[in-house]
Nanobody, 115 residues
Framework: QVQLVESGGGLVQPGGSLRLSCAVVGARVSVFTAGWYRQAPGKQRELVASLTPSDITNYADSVKGRFTISRDIPENTMYLQMDNLKPEDTAAYSC?????????WGQGTQVTVSS
């Protein structure tokens, strides 16, 4: 059974940084297309960043140049480095791992950007 365990959310001031982690249990992180999604109150869930097994990345326009998705194979973990955070980045963030017809989700973590 595959599980994704998230950590790293919290409260940060505008301009600050956070790194979200998503540990993969029960499978190798390298086989999945990894993704980070977020959902703000009253808004639809959106894809923030994705990383394919062949290392192709994709970012939402709103986070390009500020967020970086990565994975650490020995640690079996995916990451989302978030720099120069803005209040509009406030949302619940969830990691996702997709392999064929299978899709797994982390439990979600709150990121709040406020002074």
């Amino acid at each position: 059974q595959v599980q994704l365990v998230e950590s790293g959310g919290g409260l940060v001031q505008p301009g600050g940084s956070l790194r979200l982690s998503c540990a993969v249990v029960g499978a190798r992180v390298s086989v999945f297309t990894a993704g980070w999604y977020r959902q703000a109150p009253g808004k639809q869930r959106e894809l923030v960043a994705s990383l394919t097994p062949s290392d192709i990345t994709n970012y939402a326009d709103s986070v390009k140049g500020r967020f970086t998705i990565s994975r650490d194979i020995p640690e079996n973990t995916m990451y989302l480095q978030m720099d120069n955070l803005k209040p509009e980045d406030t949302a619940a963030y969830s990691c996702n791992a997709v392999l064929g017809e299978y899709s797994f989700w982390g439990q979600g973590t709150q990121v709040t950007v406020s002074s």
